[in-house]
């Protein structure tokens, strides 16, 4: 059974970095395309983007300037870096496989702060 | 970039009962690359259907989806208690991705 779980600071001071990492367990990284997706309190999904196992990359492009999507298939993880942050992106983070998430991890809140 | 707008917002219905919800796209989903999710307070959302009409793994015959283009539909046959949530859908056709705003599915 494919497992995801997201790792990372809970709480991120605004103009700093988010840095999240999504570990995948009970299946390979290769041949998959791996999303992120956040959601606001309260609020609807959002697409953040995915990446390839590859490599290849596909960012929303509200977010693009932002982000970083990267993938370390040696250790089955991929990764997100969101660049100067502000309270709007206080969100649920949630990882998923695929471009339908047919696996999500549980999804880890990232509250923007000082 | 495609808006999905669902239909209605909130849909108040009893165990047993037939839930219709809708999910209407502002240009065609070409291969009907349209997914449907159900999400319980404080989990992930949980895929019920892609392609627009193919069950995932595990879920129950009583959720079905059809439509294609601009229209999609998700029927729940007969909700069980465990059936109230809310519903949103997706289109994974073209970039960027984008998620419908949710139904309600509340009981009576």
């Known amino acids: 059974q494919v497992q995801l779980q997201e790792s990372g600071p809970g709480l991120v001071k605004p103009s700093e970095t988010l840095s999240l990492t999504c570990t995948v367990s009970g299946g390979s990284i290769s041949g998959y395309y791996w999303s992120w997706i956040r959601q606001p309190p309260g609020k609807g999904l959002e697409w953040i983007g995915y990446i390839y196992y590859s490599g290849s990359t596909n960012y929303n492009p509200s977010l693009k300037s932002r982000l970083t999507i990267s993938v370390d298939t040696s250790k089955n993880q991929f990764s997100l870096n969101l660049s100067s942050v502000t309270a709007a992106d206080t969100a649920v983070y949630f990882c998923?496989?695929?471009?339908?998430?047919?696996?999500w991890g549980q999804g880890t809140l990232v509250t923007v702060s000082s | 970039e495609i808006v999905l707008t669902q239909s209605p917002g909130t849909l108040s219905l009893s165990p047993g009962e037939r839930a219709t919800l809708s999910c209407r796209a502002s240009q065609s989903v070409s291969s009907n690359y349209l997914a449907w999710y159900q999400q319980k307070p404080g989990q992930a959302p949980r895929l019920l259907i892609y392609?627009?009409?193919s069950r995932a793994t595990g879920i129950p015959d009583r959720f079905s989806g059809s439509g294609s283009g601009t229209d999609f539909t998700l029927t729940i046959s007969r909700l069980e208690p465990e059936d109230f949530a809310v519903y949103f859908c997706q289109q994974y056709d073209s970039s960027p991705l984008t998620f419908g705003g949710g139904t309600k599915v509340e009981i009576k």
């Open positions: 392609g627009a009409s």
């Open positions: 998923a496989r695929d471009l339908y998430g047919d696996y």
